[in-house]
């Protein structure tokens, strides 16, 4: 239920949402949750390091460049494979992220027990997209 908390305060707390795994297929979560979050009021900085642009948001090739153009990383949503989201969501902390959320399906004890260790807000295996409308209702 910790997770369920987690979302709730992330989703009231924070409006830059940097979506890792970013995809410009409109059938995709990877699209349209980030797009509904953007309909929502809220910001979203796209990184996929095989685009530069999606229908004039600038794409960013990773965490660092985002971090390089002066955006404070407040939540890093992950849309990657469990074995791929642990060190991106590791690197997320150790940029200063103040919440990681691993969208569902996907889990990473070790970055779990970093988010803990450095207070960083942590979710996994939950989707924004749904968390939002629960919470909204």
Known sequence: MIY??????????????VVVGFSKSPEKAANYVPIYLIEM?????????SMEEYSGLKVYPDLEAVVADGIELEVVEIFRPSEEAESIALKAIELGAKAVWLQKGI??????LAADENGVLYVEDLCMFEEHRRISL
């Open 4 to 17: 369920k908390e987690n979302a709730k305060k992330i989703l009231e707390t924070f409006k830059t949402v």
């Open 41 to 49: 009021g809220y910001r979203i900085v796209p990184v996929n390091p």
């Open 107 to 112: 889990y990473s004890e070790k970055a779990q």
